[in-house]
């Protein structure tokens, strides 16, 4: 089980390039979730998906769109990239919470992005 | 609101035991947790209480909850350089919604 993997691990664009992050699970989750990383903010949510084919805003979503064709997949796009997103990204996953059941989240290594 | 607060920073000598503090504001919430990240990695799940209960101890973890604070607490006994590392306390909601809700983080370093 590689459990949570996200493609490319570090990453430097220009100001307006485009790119994708991919992340995959094998654990067969239903929920998928995207965060950044910045130094004294803690993780915050950009998008999230509760299964194949739906995704929805998180907290923090301008700049950035997410598909999820497969269930295993989870893809975060970033159109015109701008120095503002220079961060670390993690994806997640998870089972839907249950009632009466604690939920975990399993994260990926992360990937590094810089914006020049 | 829904914020969940830590101190930034954290530092213990080996041996000691380190106390990391959050406090959160949403009442609804069922479950709180602690996350580890460890440099360059992702978050993995420490432990976890359950909103009805005060205490929970696990090894060298003890968790305590305060519901009427809104307090929440990561004791580590017998704090090892290996558990430097920042720590995340997060809350999730009632069955049926996504919401999982991360502090600020904590960096603890251990010093020799």
């Known amino acids: 089980n590689a459990g949570v993997t996200q493609t490319p691990k570090f990453r430097v664009l220009k100001t307006g390039q485009s790119m994708t992050l991919l992340c995959a699970q094998d654990m067969n989750h239903e929920y998928m979730y995207w965060y950044r990383q910045d130094p004294g903010m803690g993780l915050r949510l950009i998008h999230y998906s509760v299964g194949e084919g739906t995704t929805a805003k998180g907290e923090v979503p301008d700049g950035y769109n997410v598909s999820r064709l497969k269930k295993q997949n989870f893809l975060l796009g970033l159109e015109s990239a701008a120095p503002s997103q220079t961060s670390v990204y993690f994806c997640?996953?998870?089972?839907?919470?249950?009632?009466?059941?604690?939920?975990?989240?399993?994260f990926g290594p992360g990937t590094r992005l810089t914006v020049l | 609101g829904e914020d969940v607060e830590q101190s930034l920073f954290l530092s213990v000598r080996e041996g000691d035991s380190s106390v990391i503090n959050c406090t959160y504001t949403?009442?609804?919430?069922?479950?709180l947790y602690w996350y580890k990240q460890e440099p360059g990695a992702g978050l993995q799940l420490l432990t976890y209480i359950f909103s009805n209960m005060d205490m929970k101890q696990d090894q060298r973890l003890t968790v305590l909850l305060n519901k009427k604070d809104k307090h929440l607490s990561l004791r580590i006994a017998d704090t090892q350089t290996g558990d430097s590392a920042i720590y995340f306390c997060?809350?999730?909601?009632?069955?049926?919604?996504?919401?999982?809700?991360f502090g600020t983080g904590t960096r603890l370093k251990v010093l020799a």
């Open positions: 997640a996953s998870s089972y839907p919470q249950l009632a009466g059941s604690y939920n975990e989240q399993f």
């Open positions: 997060a809350e999730t909601k009632p069955s049926g919604t996504y919401k999982y809700i």
């Open positions: 949403d009442s609804s919430s069922t479950y």
